[in-house]
């Protein structure tokens, strides 16, 4: 549900705003800045912070207002934000890479989901255990997604190559369709996204090889702005950059209560008990070694740097630059 898509951003769904009354005053009495905010797909489980951020009137204390909107796709998310059709961005780090090699002017200001949930999914009766039970099985993805391109390299960390394995190209939507009426063995997906929903539709338990566990990591999600956001207003940044982190540390603590914030958020929604497996399989995405005492967003240049080399070894960029090219540290989370 994250393929990267090019292109620009058609309209999009207005699927919350700022609590608090909706008034347009922040919590400190000043005048709140209305700010957008576009997500990588139709709002789910992994975005519950956003919401809760809202309704504890996180954000309107920092002097924002913020309207969520939804995505239809992490590359069409990026080249709108670079755009300057959305204020920030909610998106896959990979096709950020991919868009600013392409020239589109916008960066990352701090990623949050650091270990990847790229992961292959499948009904735990299936007996998939290790990489190599994949051999012979049939495999759902979506052409020209990231997963399309990240899993030949999963493969090959684990002394297997693609001819080993039944690639079928699916629509988004259609891959979990797949696995559950037995026409695929498995799919390529995230695993803070479909599993939970394939086993409330099936009644069956879902088991996973995540890609982080068997050799592959590489950065996901995080926030990003656009160049010229970043020089005409780098205090409103600071301030959005510091809301985010307050709220996603906030829905750490009270993973219930974020799930229940996004009630609403969207026809598109999950079912509650979806919405929070899918929050708290996305706590588990949080950190890298070199952060799992830090705050969540706070990113170090060596994960930068191992991420921008996985994603040039893979194919998803042709050259590895400076993480400064893809990443504004000056305002990224600290602590």
């Given amino acids: 549900m994250k393929k990267l898509l090019a292109g620009a951003l058609p309209a999009l769904l207005l699927v919350a705003a700022c609590g608090g009354g909706g008034g347009t005053t922040s919590g400190s009495g000043g005048e709140a800045r209305e700010v957008t905010l576009t997500l990588n797909w139709y709002p789910y489980g992994e975005h519950a912070p956003f919401y809760y951020g809202v309704k504890q009137g996180i954000y309107d204390k920092h002097g924002i207002k913020l309207k969520i909107q939804a995505g239809q796709g992490s590359g069409k998310t990026v080249t709108a934000t670079g755009a300057g059709q959305t204020d920030f961005g909610w998106a896959d780090t990979s096709a950020l890479a991919t868009a600013v090699e392409q020239g589109v002017p916008a960066k990352s200001i701090g990623v949050f989901l650091q270990t990847t949930p790229a992961s292959v999914q499948f009904f735990t009766e299936k007996n998939i255990k290790k990489p190599e039970d994949l051999k012979g099985r049939s495999v759902a993805t979506t052409a020209g997604d990231a997963l399309t391109k990240t899993f030949p390299a999963f493969l090959k960390q684990n002394g297997m190559q693609e001819s080993d394995v039944s690639i079928q190209n699916i629509d988004p939507a259609g891959k979990m369709a797949a696995v559950i009426s037995n026409r695929t063995d498995v799919l390529l997906g995230f695993a803070s996204d479909q599993g939970p929903t394939i086993k409330e539709k099936s009644g069956k338990d879902v088991g996973y090889l995540r890609f982080s566990e068997f050799g592959l990591n590489y950065f996901s999600n995080g926030l990003l702005t656009s160049k010229s956001m970043l020089q005409k207003d780098p205090e409103l940044v600071k301030k959005m950059v510091t809301a985010?982190?307050?709220?996603?540390?906030?829905?750490?603590?009270?993973?219930?209560?974020?799930?229940?914030?996004?009630?609403?958020?969207?026809?598109?929604?999950?079912?509650?008990?979806?919405?929070?497996?899918?929050?708290?399989?996305?706590?588990?995405?949080?950190?890298?070694?070199?952060?799992?005492?830090?705050?969540?967003?706070?990113?170090?240049?060596?994960?930068?740097?191992?991420?921008?080399?996985?994603?040039?070894?893979?194919?998803?960029?042709?050259?590895?630059?400076?993480?400064?090219?893809?990443?504004?540290?000056?305002?990224?989370?600290?602590?």
């Fill in 244 to 335: 985010t982190q307050e709220a996603w540390a906030a829905a750490e603590k009270a993973p219930e209560a974020a799930a229940e914030s996004m009630k609403g958020a969207a026809e598109q929604l999950p079912s509650p008990t979806v919405v929070l497996e899918q929050f708290r399989t996305t706590l588990t995405l949080l950190h890298t070694d070199a952060t799992k005492d830090k705050a969540p967003g706070v990113n170090t240049v060596e994960d930068w740097k191992m991420t921008i080399d996985t994603f040039q070894k893979t194919g998803i960029i042709k050259e590895a630059a400076d993480p400064s090219a893809y990443w504004e540290e000056s305002v990224a989370p600290r602590g």
